[in-house]
C-alpha cells in the first residue's frame, strides 16, 4: 500500500513539474518573440513587455581607428529600436528567420539562443515574483563578424 502511494505521489509531482516546465517554456519563448517581433512590427509596447528595466545588451565592435569596444544597449534605447529601427518595414525580410532554441530552464533562470536573419542573440531570463520571465541580459553578434565596426 505505501508503494502506491508512493508511487502516485511521484507521479503526481513528476506531472505537476512537467505541466509547470511546459508553462515556463512557453512563457519564455513569448518574451522571446516579444523582443523580435517589437522590433519587426514596430511595437515598442511588446518591447516593453518582454524586457527587465536592468537589461543589458552588449556586443563587440571596433572603432573607426580598429580599436575593440564593448557596445552596450539599454532598455530605454531597445524600446526606441522598436519604435524606430524598421519603421520602413524594410530592415527584414518579408519572412523573417527566427529560431529559438531553449538552451536551460532551472527554477526561475533560462538560457536561449535567438537566431534571425543577420544576427544572433544568447540571453538570459528569469522569471520575476510575478512570475512573469524578462529577459535581463543579451550577448549578440551578426553572423558576419565583418559587420562590427563603426563607419
Given at each position: 500500500?505505501?508503494?502506491?502511494i ?10 505537476a ?6 508553462n515556463d ?15 519587426h ?33 539599454d532598455?530605454e ?34 538560457s ?15 522569471k ?24
Amino acid at each position: 500500500m505505501l508503494r502506491i502511494i508512493l508511487f502516485t505521489l511521484s507521479t503526481l509531482l513528476a506531472n505537476a513539474v512537467n505541466a509547470d516546465s511546459s508553462n515556463d517554456k512557453k512563457n519564455i519563448e513569448r518574451a522571446v518573440l516579444d523582443y523580435i517581433e517589437s522590433q519587426h512590427q514596430v511595437k515598442p509596447d511588446l518591447m516593453s513587455r518582454g524586457l527587465d528595466k536592468k537589461l543589458a545588451k552588449r556586443t563587440y565592435w571596433k572603432a573607426k581607428d580598429g580599436s575593440e569596444f564593448i557596445m552596450e544597449t539599454d532598455y530605454e534605447t531597445m524600446l526606441w529600436v522598436a519604435e524606430n529601427y524598421n519603421k520602413d518595414g524594410n530592415k527584414f525580410p518579408p519572412t523573417p528567420r527566427l529560431d529559438i532554441d531553449i538552451l536551460d530552464i532551472d527554477s526561475r533562470a533560462a538560457s536561449v539562443k535567438l537566431s534571425v536573419d543577420e544576427w544572433i542573440d544568447y540571453m538570459h531570463l528569469y522569471k520575476n515574483d510575478k512570475d512573469e520571465w524578462k529577459i535581463i541580459n543579451v550577448l549578440w553578434q551578426y553572423h558576419d563578424k565583418k559587420r562590427h565596426i563603426s563607419k
